[in-house]
């Protein structure tokens, strides 16, 4: 492992470095100036709670160097504007964050927090709205939200909990992300509030062609859309297929991905391809899905 030349292992080290967030960045460094270890060689694993990097001694002694994410984690979620507490400190394992309540008194669960139903809608909007800016804007999936881990403060929910929130990188995120759907959704059904289905709130969410400024019409007409519904036992079974189902995350995890491009194209029935709406598919071709792209006229040679 000693025999690669100076300037490979600089430029192996400026990989390395990319893929290491700056607080993470920051710890390593620390330990190399106290001579825990002399080179960070690469990363071997990268897991839901933490990484795993491959380090050496300069006598060729090999360590493992495992960084746990919450460090990473906490601080990524207050700058997007999620409501959630500021963190102020972190060492080892113990977070020091802001309190939410007030003299003392923690602000309630939204299990405990006994809302009026307009209350409640109004907190269910905030809350898809938070867990889409959680996945766009910080690539995060929360992964154990539910009643139990929002707190109802000022007349807002404040996410909590968040040290087991994953990358959207992780091979899971998007599993743990309809669990998240589900919980979420299951709480405000029960409490009398028109909820979307579990495949249209997780499709607001990881939608990435929704404008910033076009959220509002877009939940106004999902509202529209809920209010109109009769519900039926149908969408109840097709959101517990969904909820089973395997979702590709990449077009590389897509088995039949020419067969499904064909389906879409020839306008097939396409509500089983679960991927589309995630890879931006569904709006990429607007002819397919029977919607009308107002920028682009009939104007392309695509086969
Ligand atoms: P656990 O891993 O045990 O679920 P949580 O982070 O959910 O830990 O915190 C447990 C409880 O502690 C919460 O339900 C809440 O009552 C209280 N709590 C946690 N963080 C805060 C905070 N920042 N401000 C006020 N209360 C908090
Ligand atoms: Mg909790």
Redesign the pocket.
């Known amino acids: 492992s000693i025999g690669k030349t100076k300037t490979t292992e600089k430029a192996d080290r400026a990989t390395v470095e990319q893929a290491i967030d700056p607080r993470t960045r920051m710890v390593l460094f620390k330990m190399l100036n106290r001579g825990v270890f002399n080179d960070i060689n690469g990363c071997i694993s990268t897991g839901k709670e933490a990484n795993v990097y491959h380090a050496s001694k300069s006598d060729g002694q090999e360590l493992a160097i495992k960084v746990y994410k919450t460090s990473v984690l906490v601080f990524k979620l207050k700058a997007a504007g999620i409501r959630c ?1 500021t963190p102020y400190l972190l060492r080892l394992h113990v977070l020091a ?5 007030k003299a003392g008194w ?4 939204l299990k405990d927090a006994s809302l009026s139903l307009d209350k409640l809608r109004e907190g269910y909007m905030e809350m898809v709205i938070a867990m889409r800016t959680l996945y766009q804007k910080c690539r995060l999936v929360h992964g ?1 939200l539910s009643e ?2 929002i ?1 109802y403060f000022e007349g807002h929910l ?1 996410i ?4 087991q929130a994953v990358d959207l990188d992780h091979p899971r995120a998007l599993d743990f992300l309809r669990e998240d759907c589900v919980h979420v959704s299951d709480f405000f059904k029960k409490h009398g509030v028109g909820v979307m289905s579990i495949r249209e709130l997780f499709d607001f969410i990881v939608d990435p062609t929704i404008a910033d400024d076009s959220i509002d019409i877009y939940l106004e007409q999902v509202q529209q859309k809920i209010m109109a519904r009769d519900p039926t036992a149908e969408d109840e079974i097709a959101d517990s297929v969904f909820v089973q189902a395997y979702i590709p995350k990449t077009l590389d995890d897509v088995k039949n991905a020419e067969e499904d491009v064909i389906r879409l194209t020839s306008g097939q029935d396409t509500e089983d391809m679960y991927y589309k709406t995630i890879t931006g598919l569904k709006h990429a071709l607007p002819r397919a899905t029977g919607t009308k792209s107002s920028s682009s006229d009939d104007d392309d040679g695509n086969s």
């Open positions: 507490p964050m802001e309190f939410i309540g923690a602000a309630p669960r154990d139990y881990n707190l404040h909590i909990d968040v040290s």
